[in-house]
């Protein structure tokens, strides 16, 4: 099975950006950059003066949320959540983290505490 790769446009913290995802996964992908949009305007809203730091504090909610997730399905068999959705659901997180790794260090970003290098 060949897997066909397109490139969508996505904003993240005021910041447009091409990303590479399969058509199957774009509705994934544009959900998970709209919820990660979201954590970082609240990190922001929140006091976080750069988007770097946003952006990990983002990052840590996510992380959080999904821990808090897998804790409830370990200890709850009869959840509705799958050990594979929960697989599936590291992988893209995983993926993202990689994404914003490498999209941070290609940023430059106004008001960061320190410049960005690999």
Known sequence: MIVSQQRIEVTLAGQKITLATSTEHEPLLRAACVLVDEQI???ISGGNRSIE???MMAALKIAGDLIKLQKQSQQSPS???SSDEIA?????????????????QTLSLPGSPRPIVP
């Open 79 to 81: 959840s509705n959540v």
């Open 41 to 43: 305007q609240l990190a």
């Open 53 to 55: 730091r946003a952006s």
């Open 88 to 104: 599936r659901l590291q992988a893209e997180i995983h993926t993202l983290e990689d994404q914003v790794d490498a999209l941070m």
